[in-house]
C-alpha cells in the first residue's frame, strides 16, 4: 500500500500530476535604493490531496514566498523564478488574470482573520460575494451555497451566524467563516499561513480536522505554512524547512521528525516543547487521589508562604446596554505559593485573563477573596493600589502594543523605578543597565525604540519592565504565544533562570499545555469560569481526573507524527463518548 510518505517527490503516479510546481522562485523587496532578498531559489511540488508543510522561523520567507504565487506582494516587491499551476504559468499574472486565479483556483486562510476579514459586511455577504464574482450564481443560489458552505466547516447556527458581522463571532468562528469562504469555489490549491496560531487547543484541533476533511473531499493540494510543529506531524505529509529565505532541508514527514539531517532542522526540533515530556509519568501514577477540595487546593503546602490566593473568588461584568451582567470567574479557590509557579489553562472565555486582571487591581471584586501579597482586594480603595503594585509585575501577551511606541525601551524599564522607587540619573540608568543584563539585551538596546526590537526581544523588555521593583507576584499572560519555538525557547530559559534567581511567585496563564507543564508545579483548569481540576503538572498531564481535563490533553499537538496520530485516534474516542463540550 504506497501512503504519501513514500510518495516519489517527482511524481507520485502516472495519472497524478502536480497541482503546483514551483522553481527557483526567489522573492526580493526594493528598500532605501537596494534590493534584499526574502527568499531565494525555493523549489518545491505539491499534489492533490497532499499537505506540504513549510516551516521556519520569523523572517525565513515561507509567507511572502507563498504570498507571491498570488501577486499579493507590496508594491516594493518583485518575484522571479516559475511557478506553474497545473501546468500554466501564474507568477506575475495582473489585473483579469490574476483575480480568476484567486479565489476560484487558488484560496488562502490568512493567519488572522480578523483583519483579513471586512469589519463592515456581514460574513454571509462576503461569501456570497466570493461566489458570484467567480460563478453565475443568483443572489438567492450564492446565498443557499454559502448556508451550505457554513455547515460544511460546522458553523454553529449557521442561518443567524449567516447574518453576524466579524466582531461578532469567537476566534474559532471567524476561522470557521474564513475557511467556507476560501473553499467556496472548490479550489485547486489552499494555501493555509499559520491557521491556528491564536487558537485554543480545542479549536485548533477541530480546524485542523476541518481541514482534514475538507481536503479528502476536495482532492486538493495545500501548502500549509506555520512553526507550531506540532501541527506539521498533525497534518503534513511532506516538510519544507526554510531559513534566511532558503530551503535547506525537505523530505518526508517521519523522516524530518525522524532522522533530520541539517542542523539546523535539529534545533528547530530540539526547541520544540514536547506536552507529556516535562513531567515524569511515573510521578503521576497510580491510584488517583481523590480531587482536592477548595480549601486544600488554595494551599500549595503549609510551610509555603501564598502571594496570591483566590477562596470562593466571583468576579462579574457588569451589564451593558442590551448586555445582561456577565458572571465570568464563579466560585474559585486555589493559591500560588511564593516561589511557585502555578500554570492556569482553560479554553478562550474560561476566564483565565480575568482572574489576570483582577490579581493587578484591574478588575473590581463581586464576592469572595483575592488576596495578593497578604493584601485583601475585595473593597481596595484606589489609593491602596499604589503600593501594592510594587508587590505585583504582569507581562502581557503582545509586548508590542504594551510598551509606549514613543519611549526608548530603556526609559519603559526605568518608569517603574521613577514611579515607584523613586530613582533618578546615574542611579537608574544603573538599574536600567541591570535589568538589560539579567535578560540578556545589550545595554546599548536601551535607546532603540520597541518598532526596531524583533519579537522575542520585546518580550524580554516586557520581562524585565515586570521585573524592575522585584515583586512578590508575577503575572504572566500568554507571554509565548506570538513567538516562533525557538525565540519561544530561549524566552522560557531566561524565565525559568530570573525566577530561579527572583523567587518570585508567578501566575502563568496560558492556552499551550506544553509550556505550562515544562515551567509550573501545578496546573489549575478552568472551563466556563469554574475551577474543574488542579493538581500537579505530572498528574493532571498523565492522568487528568476530569473529563473537561481529559479532552483539553487529548487535544494538544505533539512533534511526533506517530505519537499525534495515537492522541487524534484517542480524542476521536473521547468526543464520540462525551460529546464536544
Known amino acids: 500500500m504506497t501512503t504519501p510518505e513514500s510518495k516519489p517527490r517527482t511524481s507520485p503516479g502516472t495519472t497524478r500530476e502536480p497541482v503546483l510546481e514551483v522553481k527557483d522562485l526567489s522573492v526580493s523587496f526594493y528598500v532605501d535604493g537596494e534590493w534584499y532578498a526574502a527568499a531565494s531559489e525555493v523549489s518545491y511540488e505539491v499534489y492533490p490531496g497532499e499537505v506540504l508543510a513549510i516551516v521556519g522561523e520569523s523572517g525565513s520567507g515561507k509567507t511572502q514566498s507563498s504570498m507571491s504565487l498570488l501577486g499579493l ?27 480568476r486565479i484567486r479565489g476560484q483556483e487558488i484560496s488562502v486562510i490568512f493567519q488572522e482573520p480578523m483583519t483579513a476579514l471586512n469589519p463592515v459586511y456581514t460574513i454571509g455577504f462576503q461569501i456570497v460575494e466570493m461566489l458570484r464574482s467567480h460563478l453565475p450564481l443568483s443572489p438567492s443560489q450564492a446565498r443557499e451555497r454559502a448556508l451550505e458552505l457554513l455547515r460544511l466547516v460546522e458553523m454553529p447556527e449557521p442561518e443567524r451566524r449567516f447574518d453576524n458581522f466579524p466582531h461578532q463571532l469567537s476566534g474559532g468562528q471567524r476561522q470557521r467563516a474564513m475557511i467556507a469562504q476560501s473553499l467556496a469555489c472548490d479550489p485547486t490549491l489552499l494555501i493555509a499561513d499559520e491557521p491556528t496560531t491564536a487558537l485554543d487547543v480545542t479549536v485548533q484541533a477541530e480546524i485542523l480536522k476541518l481541514i482534514r476533511d475538507l481536503k479528502d473531499r476536495f482532492d486538493s493540494g495545500i501548502v500549509l505554512i506555520t512553526h507550531d510543529m506540532g501541527v506539521v506531524a498533525d497534518m503534513a505529509d511532506r516538510v519544507l524547512v526554510m531559513k534566511d529565505g532558503r530551503i535547506v ?30 513531567s515524569p509519568e511515573t510521578a503521576a501514577s497510580g491510584t488517583p487521589a481523590p480531587a482536592a477540595t477548595p ?187 506570538a513567538l516562533d519555538v525557538s525565540v519561544q525557547a ?13 523567587g518570585f511567585g508567578c501566575l502563568f496563564i496560558s492556552h499551550d499545555l506544553a509550556v505550562v507543564e ?33 479532552r483539553l490533553v487529548a487535544a494538544v499537538p505533539v512533534p511526533d507524527p506517530d505519537e499525534q496520530q495515537a492522541r487524534r485516534a484517542e480524542r476521536d474516542a473521547l468526543l464520540a463518548a462525551g460529546g464536544p463540550s
Do not use: C, W
Open 295 to 481: 480549601q486544600e487546593a488554595a494551599a500549595p503546602g503549609a510551610a509555603v508562604e501564598s502571594v496570591l490566593e483566590l477562596t470562593n473568588l466571583v468576579l462579574e461584568y457588569p451589564k451593558r446596554g442590551s448586555q445582561p451582567v456577565f458572571r465570568a470567574i464563579d466560585d474559585v479557590s486555589f493559591s500560588v505559593g511564593k516561589g511557585e509557579i502555578v500554570g492556569l489553562v482553560g479554553e478562550s472565555g474560561s476566564g483565565k485573563t480575568t482572574i489576570g486582571r483582577a490579581a493587578v487591581g484591574l478588575l473590581p471584586i463581586h464576592s469572595g477573596s483575592l488576596k495578593v501579597a497578604g493584601v485583601e482586594m475585595a473593597g481596595v480603595k484606589p489609593k491602596d493600589l499604589k503600593p501594592l503594585r510594587r508587590k505585583v509585575g504582569i507581562v502581557f501577551q503582545d509586548p508590542g502594543s504594551s510598551l509606549n511606541p514613543r519611549f526608548p525601551i530603556g526609559e519603559s524599564i526605568g518608569e517603574p523605578l521613577q514611579l515607584h522607587a523613586n530613582l533618578k540619573g546615574a542611579e537608574l540608568s544603573r538599574r536600567v543597565e541591570e535589568l538589560l543584563d539579567q535578560v540578556h539585551l545589550s545595554r546599548a538596546m536601551r535607546n532603540r525604540y520597541p518598532h526596531e526590537l524583533s519579537g522575542g526581544q520585546r518580550q524580554r523588555v516586557g520581562i524585565a519592565r515586570a521585573l524592575a521593583l522585584e515583586p512578590e507576584l508575577l503575572v504572566a499572560d500568554e507571554p509565548t504565544s
Open 518 to 550: 515544562m515551567l509550573a508545579a501545578r496546573i489549575a483548569v478552568l472551563h466556563h469560569g469554574k475551577l474543574v481540576e488542579i493538581g500537579p503538572a505530572a498528574q493532571v498531564a498523565h492522568h487528568p481526573r476530569e473529563a473537561y481535563t481529559q
Open 73 to 99: 506582494l507590496p508594491s516594493n516587491g518583485r518575484a522571479t523564478g516559475s511557478a506553474k499551476l497545473r501546468g500554466k504559468e501564474i507568477l506575475n499574472l495582473r489585473g483579469a488574470a490574476a483575480r
Open 249 to 278: 532541508e525537505q523530505g518526508p514527514t517521519r523522516q524530518i521528525f525522524n532522522d533530520p539531517q541539517h542542523p539546523y532542522t535539529q534545533q528547530l526540533l530540539a526547541a520544540v516543547p514536547h506536552f507529556g515530556t516535562h
Open 490 to 502: 530561549r524566552v522560557l530559559d531566561l524565565f525559568q533562570e530570573l525566577q530561579r534567581e527572583h
